[in-house]
C-alpha cells in the first residue's frame, strides 16, 4: 500500500506543481496587459486633449450637425479621416429656433417640448420617438452650438482620467449656429430656474463635490432619503461592470461622513509667521497662503467651524470648509458594517497645502477612534461565521 501512494503523491505534487505555474503564467500576462491598456489610455488621452485644443470636436456628432470627412481613409491604417461639423439641413433651424424662443424668456422647456411634440413639421432626435425635456436641457447647456469645443467636462476613464478642474473651452473649427450673446442669455435663464425654491429642493451637502470613492475614485453623491442623508458613488450606480475594485461599502451616512470630514479640518491649527516662510513662497503666489494664514492666525479652524455650526449657517461652513479642502475620502469605519465612526484623508488646498509645507500650518494629532465593546464585536463576528457559511 505505501509503495502505490508514493507514485499517487508524487503525480499530485506534478499535478500541483503544473498548476502553480499556469496560474503564474495567467498573472503575469494579466498583469502585462493591464499595463499596456494603462500606456495605451495615456498616450490616447494625450492626443484627445491636443486635438481639444486644436478645437477638434470628439464624439458623435451633436443635434444640428453632421460630421463630413476630409480626406480618404489611410490605406492599411485602419484609421477613420478626420471629419469636420457641419450644420444639419434639418435640425441645425430647429436648434436655432429652440435657443431663440428660450433666450427671449416666454418660453420653457416644457412648453418647447409641447411645441416640438406637437407640430407634424419637425421630426423627432434621431433615435428616438419624440423630444423630451432632458434633450432640450442637454442641447441649451453645449457650448459647442456657439462655437466653442469642451474637453473634460465628465472626465472618466478605466486606466487614465483627467484630474479635477482640468476641464477647458477652446475656438472650435466648425460653423457656429448661434452668437455667443443668446447663448449668454440661455445660461442666466437656465441658472435662475434651476435656483427658483420649490417644495423638493434641499439644501447644498457639506461634502457634495469632496468626497469621492475610496475604492474606484468616482463622486459620492448626496442622497436623500427622507429624514436622512447617504454619500454614495455615483460611478457604482451607472458603471457596475466598469470598476476596478470591488467597492467596500455601499455609501456613508451624511451626519457621519461629514463629521469625519469636520474633524479633518479642525486639525489645522497655526504657528507665528517667519521669514523662512516668506522665502519658501517666493516661487508661487503668496498672497493667497499669506491671506489664509492670516485669517487662521486669528481664528483658528476648529473656532470657526465650531461658530458656523452654532448660527446654522450651512452656506457659510460649506464655503469655509471648500477654501480649505479640495477632496476627501473615506479610509476608515468602526464598525465595517453599518459604520458608526469614520475617518477621512484629505486634499488640501494649494495654499493650506502650501502653509503645511512651509510648517507656519500644522496638523494637530487626529484623535483616536473610539472603543468598540466586546459584545459588539462578538456579534459582528458571530455574523460573519453566519454570513461566510452561507455563502459557502
Known sequence: MREEAAPRRTIERQHAAANNRCVARILRAE?????????????????????????????????????????????????????????????????????????????????????????????????????????????????????????????????????????????????????????????????????????????????????????????????????????????????????????TAMGYAGCIAEEALLREARRLHTTPWTPRAERQLIGADPDAPRALHGRLADTEASTLIDAFLARGDGAGLRLFVRGLVASARIVERLPERQPKWLRAEVTWQPAVQALLETDVVQLAVPAPPPEQSERGERKREAQRRSSARRQG
Request: aromatic share 8%; proline share 9%; net charge positive.
Open 31 to 247: 498583469d502585462e496587459s493591464s499595463d499596456g491598456a494603462a500606456y495605451r489610455a495615456t498616450r490616447i488621452r494625450s492626443a484627445k486633449e491636443r486635438s481639444a485644443r486644436a478645437g477638434v470636436h470628439q464624439g458623435l456628432a451633436p443635434l444640428g450637425y453632421t460630421r463630413v470627412a476630409l480626406g480618404a481613409t489611410t490605406a492599411g491604417s485602419g484609421r477613420r479621416p478626420p471629419g469636420l461639423l457641419v450644420p444639419d439641413s434639418m435640425y441645425a433651424p430647429i436648434v436655432q429656433e429652440i435657443f431663440a424662443r428660450y433666450a427671449s424668456g416666454g418660453w420653457s422647456r416644457i412648453r418647447l417640448v409641447e411645441w416640438l411634440n406637437s407640430d407634424p413639421r419637425i421630426p423627432p432626435p434621431p433615435g428616438r420617438v419624440q423630444w423630451t425635456c432632458s434633450t432640450i436641457h442637454a442641447l441649451l447647456r453645449n457650448p459647442l452650438y456657439c462655437g466653442l469645443v469642451r474637453y473634460n467636462h465628465r472626465p472618466e476613464g478605466r486606466y487614465e482620467r483627467a484630474g479635477p478642474g482640468s476641464e477647458f473651452l477652446a475656438p472650435g473649427r466648425h460653423p457656429a449656429l448661434i452668437d455667443r450673446a443668446t447663448f449668454e442669455r440661455v445660461a442666466e435663464r437656465s441658472a435662475a430656474a434651476f435656483t427658483r425654491p420649490s417644495y423638493h429642493q434641499h439644501e447644498a451637502a457639506l461634502g457634495a463635490g469632496l468626497f469621492v470613492c475610496a475604492s474606484c475614485g468616482g463622486p459620492m453623491t448626496p442622497s436623500h432619503q427622507a429624514p436622512h442623508l447617504f454619500y454614495r458613488c455615483s460611478w457604482r450606480q451607472r458603471r457596475k461592470g466598469l470598476r476596478e475594485a470591488p467597492h
